[in-house]
Nanobody, 126 residues
Framework: QVRLVESGGGLVQAGGSLRLSCSGS????????MGWFRQAPGKERELVAA???????YYADSEKGRFTISRDNAKNTVYLQMNSLKPEDTATYYC????????????????????WGQGTQVTVTS
């Protein structure tokens, strides 16, 4: 069974940190461009961060300097380190994977991703 499994969400106070993890089952994540989207209640899904197979990265403006996306191919895992969290970061966070031959391409379009995880909830209290 092919799937992405997220973990690491939880409840944290504003200013705190969390690290989300995304593991591939039946997927070799080194063959995929990866990303993290989030969706808050009543809002559309938005891209938080993305990385190419080769490690190039993209961040939404509001996340620059606070979030870091990284990958450990040996562990078949992608991470999202989130620092200086704000109440507006509260959302369900989804890991996504897009198969790419090109190691340099960062995928920033929702519809181009092939696989989605089930999501992990992040709640930031003020």
């Amino acid at each position: 069974q092919v799937r992405l499994v997220e973990s690491g969400g939880g409840l944290v106070q504003a200013g705190g940190s969390l690290r989300l993890s995304c593991s591939g089952s039946g997927l070799t994540l080194s063959s995929y461009a990866m990303g993290w989207f989030r969706q808050a209640p009543g809002k559309e899904r938005e891209l938080v961060a993305a990385t190419s197979r080769g490690g190039s990265t993209y961040y939404a403006d509001s996340e620059k300097g606070r979030f870091t996306i990284s990958r450990d191919n040996a562990k078949n895992t992608v991470y999202l380190q989130m620092n200086s969290l704000k109440p507006e970061d509260t959302a369900t966070y989804y890991c996504v994977a897009a198969f790419r031959w090109n190691t340099k391409e960062v995928v920033t379009t929702l519809g181009e991703y092939d696989y989605w995880g089930q999501g992990t909830q992040v709640t930031v209290t003020s």
